[in-house]
Structure formats: structure tokens, C-alpha cells
């Protein structure tokens, strides 16, 4: 695509190449930097609810909600469950990243397959119920947005409808992969 820019722009206007690419590449790193403010700013709050025991409390608040959707026992596990959820639920994808690796690694049961917590843990990453969109947000403010938040509530329904479904999803393909298995071992 960038290539086939560049030769659509080399035809039409020459002298205009390099000038587009550098006026880019500074719009690149410019959103990049505030991207970074933003990221840094959550990891810091994500930091401090951490050590201040927090994370203790809220895995233990969504404790009951994570044992009855992913299936799990540790209580370590649920807890990391716990954070990936609620970083997610802030907007911050790629905050969550570390403690969704810590999970799925602890969900790991050494067969080379994904267990169902494992899947569950994708799709409700996938799905995530959007609370507090902040990246969409911060990229809206730096876009020059008048009202760069108006998409909180619309981000919410949405958001909150797609996890469901995704999570009914998943229990339904598991029962029915069960009966499956079930109905060829007989």
C-alpha cells in the first residue's frame, strides 16, 4: 500500500515525495509521543493499584464472575485474570499485555492445545468491555477532537454486548464439542 502511494505521488507530483514522507513520519512520531504519555500515565496508575494491594481486592471483588466463567482454581491465576480484565476495561490493551501472558501461562496445561479458560481468556480480551476507552480517546484529543470522550457511552453498550456474546459463544462451542465427544466415545 505505502509503496503503491509512493509511485501514485511520484507520477502526479515528484517534488511533493519527499516532503509527504518526512511531513509523515513527523506525524508518526508526534502521535506516538502522546501515545507514550498516555500508556505511561496508566502503567503508573496500573503500578500503584498493584502495590497498594488493590489487585488483591479487586480479583478478589471479580473472584466469584472469573471462577464461574474461566473454570479456575488458583487464586494467583485469577488474580492476573483479574488485572487483564480491568486494564482492559480501561482502555489500555497494551498495558494488559503482561499480565494476559502471566494468565495464559499459568492457564497453560502442558497438552500444546488451548484449554477452554485459555480460549475464554482471548475472546473476552478480544471482546473487552470498554469502560474508560483511553486510547481511542487520546487518539480523538490528538486528532484535534472537539469532544474527544463522546464515544464513552456509545464504546460501553457496543463493548459490553460483544463480550457477552462472545462469552455465551464459547460455552456454547464447549457444550457442544462435550456432547460431541461424548456422543463418539459411546
Not at 509503496?3 to 502526479?12: E, K, M
Not at 473472584?63 to 474461566?70: D, M, Q, V
Not at 476495561?89 to 503482561?98: E, F, H, R, V
Request: aromatic share 4%.
Amino acid at each position: 500500500m505505502m509503496l503503491s502511494s509512493i509511485l501514485v505521488l511520484l507520477v502526479t507530483n515528484p517534488s511533493a515525495v519527499l516532503a509527504e514522507m518526512l511531513s509523515a513520519s513527523a506525524s508518526a512520531l508526534e502521535l506516538c509521543i502522546q501515545l507514550c504519555a498516555v500508556y505511561c500515565v496508566w502503567l503508573g496508575i496500573i503500578e500503584l493499584v498493584e502495590a497498594s494491594g488493590l489487585g488483591e481486592k479487586l480479583a478478589k471483588l471479580l473472584r466469584p464472575l472469573i471462577k464461574k466463567i474461566f473454570r479456575v482454581e488458583s487464586q494467583e491465576t485469577q488474580k492476573l485474570i483479574a488485572m487483564n480484565i480491568s486494564a482492559n476495561m480501561l482502555g489500555l490493551g497494551n498495558a494488559s499485555t503482561p499480565m494476559g501472558i502471566k494468565a495464559m501461562q499459568a492457564l497453560d496445561d502442558g497438552s500444546g492445545k488451548a484449554n477452554f479458560a485459555m480460549i475464554m481468556l482471548i475472546v473476552v480480551n478480544a471482546t473487552s468491555i470498554q469502560l474508560l476507552p483511553t486510547t481511542v480517546i487520546g487518539l480523538r484529543a490528538s486528532a484535534g477532537s472537539a469532544n474527544p470522550a463522546d464515544i464513552i457511552f456509545p464504546t460501553l453498550i457496543v463493548t459490553f454486548l460483544t463480550t457477552v456474546l462472545g462469552i455465551v459463544l464459547v460455552f456454547t462451542l464447549d457444550k457442544l464439542l462435550r456432547k460431541k465427544k461424548k456422543g463418539g466415545a459411546t
